[in-house]
C-alpha cells in the first residue's frame, strides 16, 4: 500500500517536472521566432564604411539615451565587411532592440535588421522601431556623405 501511494506521488512529481522542463526549454527553443524587421536606406553617393557604421552607433545610442529597450553595446564591428552590430545580434534569448547594420557603398545602401523582444519573444514593436531607427539615422548619414 505504501509503496503504491509512493509511486503515485512519484509519477506526479515526475509529470510536473517534465513538464516545467518542457515549458523552459521552450524559451531557448530555435523554433521560436524573434520579432524582426528590416529597413534599406539608401544612402549618399561617397559616404564612407567608417562613416556608415559610427552613423549607426552613434543613432542607436541617442535611441537608448531616450528608451532603455534599444541596446547600444556594440557586439560586432568589423568595417571591412560593412558591419555592425548591437546587443549580441546572432543571439535569440536577448530581451531589447538590437541592431544589424550592412552598408553596401557599392550599391548605394545600407540594410538594418532590428530584433525586438521582451520576455517569450513577445513583439516590442519591431516594426515601428525599425521606422523609426531609418528615419532618426538618415540625417547624420546624409551629413557623412555631405560634410559642407
Not at 95 to 106: A, S, T, Y
Request: with cysteine; charged share 15%; glycine share 10%.
Amino acid at each position: 500500500m505504501k509503496n503504491g501511494v509512493f509511486q503515485r506521488k512519484l509519477s506526479v512529481a515526475l509529470a510536473f517536472a517534465a513538464v516545467g522542463a518542457l515549458g523552459g526549454c521552450a524559451l531557448g527553443h530555435p523554433g521560436m521566432t524573434v520579432p524582426s524587421t528590416q529597413q534599406t536606406v539608401a544612402t549618399s553617393k561617397g559616404l564612407s564604411v567608417e562613416n556608415a557604421l559610427t552613423c549607426v552607433a552613434v543613432t542607436v545610442a541617442s535611441l537608448h539615451a531616450h528608451d532603455d529597450r534599444w541596446i547600444a553595446t556594440i557586439t560586432t564591428r568589423q568595417p571591412h565587411h560593412g558591419l555592425i552590430e548591437t546587443g549580441s545580434f546572432p543571439d535569440d534569448n536577448v530581451v531589447g532592440f538590437r541592431v544589424r547594420g550592412v552598408f553596401h557603398p557599392d550599391r548605394q545602401h545600407l540594410v538594418l535588421t532590428l530584433k525586438g523582444s521582451g520576455a517569450y519573444h513577445t513583439d516590442l514593436g519591431v516594426e515601428a522601431a525599425g521606422q523609426q531607427l531609418a528615419r532618426e539615422l538618415t540625417p547624420c548619414l546624409d551629413a557623412a556623405a555631405n560634410p559642407n
